[in-house]
């Protein structure tokens, strides 16, 4: 078990589809840490909240996530691109992220990695099973796993 204190991170979930954002919601909610999750709907909207844009100009405000949960299909800005993004910004690219995406293409999980995205899942169709992911992903990346401070 490591030595540091668990911390709730907050969480940016880049999601468009409402079911899967209550999903990832309540399955958070009952987790061991309390963390925040902040939804985005659409890449662009992500690069906004990230980069401080548009509505989310305040820092103090909208702080630098401690890890992003991104779906790839999204509309305006695809996730490949909003990850390629991130992976390319030296203040952006400690921040873990893990695609969860119901994308089964063999060819979304080598670019992902080529990209450099933490973790790639695809996501379940089943509620339970989609529960028991958000669950392990919590698990690992918020209570076992060392992370960059946020900032």
Do not use: C
């Not at 709730?8 to 880049?14: E, G």
């Not at 999750?37 to 890449?43: A, F, I, N, Q, S």
């Not at 400690?94 to 695809?122: F, M």
């Amino acid at each position: 078990m490591p030595s540091h204190s668990i911390q709730p991170v907050k969480i940016l979930l880049v999601e468009d589809n409402l079911q899967d954002i209550e999903i990832t919601r309540r399955a958070f909610a009952r987790g061991k840490v309390k963390n925040e999750l902040v939804v985005v709907r659409d890449g662009q909207e992500a690069l906004d909240y990230l980069y401080h844009r548009e509505i989310y100009q305040d820092p103090s405000s909208f702080p630098r996530p401690g890890m992003i949960l991104l779906d790839l299909n999204l509309p305006k800005v695809s996730g490949m691109e909003v990850l390629q993004e991130i992976k390319n910004d030296e203040a952006l690219r400690p921040i873990p992220v893990i695609v969860l995406t119901a994308s089964p293409r063999e060819e979304d999980v080598v670019r992902s990695y080529n990209l450099g995205v933490n973790t790639y899942i695809q996501k379940p169709v089943a509620f339970d099973n989609l529960l028991k992911v958000v669950h392990a992903v919590q698990e690992y990346w918020i209570i076992t796993a060392s992370l960059p401070p946020e900032g």
